[in-house]
């Protein structure tokens, strides 16, 4: 794997960052996600590099990754002893793009269900 500076992809990404942290990615999910749709493949020490995050955020963001199905998981033997290294693909940035807006939609629209409940509930403890 090419060694990535990570002010190169963290400067050129602040903005992308932010926003996603306010549509409520965690900090970690959010920069592994711009990790990812900037690289397509990358180990966890590529990401912890190139984004600036310790080892337990790399995990935590990868684990949300994987289980949001927005990358998957190769596990590569080491020649010898040891754990094998798990190298991580994403999908493409299109569809990386339109599986945040489709986990923001679901949120927003659960959100607008529980206010109108609320407003109902409000509403019957009035009469």
Do not use: W
């Amino acid at each position: 794997m090419k060694e990535v500076l990570k002010k190169d992809i963290l400067e050129e990404n602040k903005k992308a960052i932010d926003l996603l942290e306010r549509l409520g990615c965690s900090r970690a999910k959010a920069r592994v996600l711009i990790y990812f749709m900037n690289e397509k493949k990358g180990k966890s020490r590529d990401v912890e590099r190139a984004m600036d995050l310790r080892q337990p955020e790399v995990s935590l963001g990868m684990k949300e990754l994987v289980k949001g199905h927005y990358v998957t998981r190769q596990f590569l033997k080491k020649h010898g002893k040891g754990r094998p290294e798990i190298l991580y693909t994403a999908i493409t940035p299109h569809k990386l793009l339109a599986k945040i807006e489709e986990e923001t939609t679901r949120k927003l629209n659960t959100m607008k269900d529980n206010i109108v409940k609320l407003k109902a509930l409000i509403k019957e403890m009035k009469n």
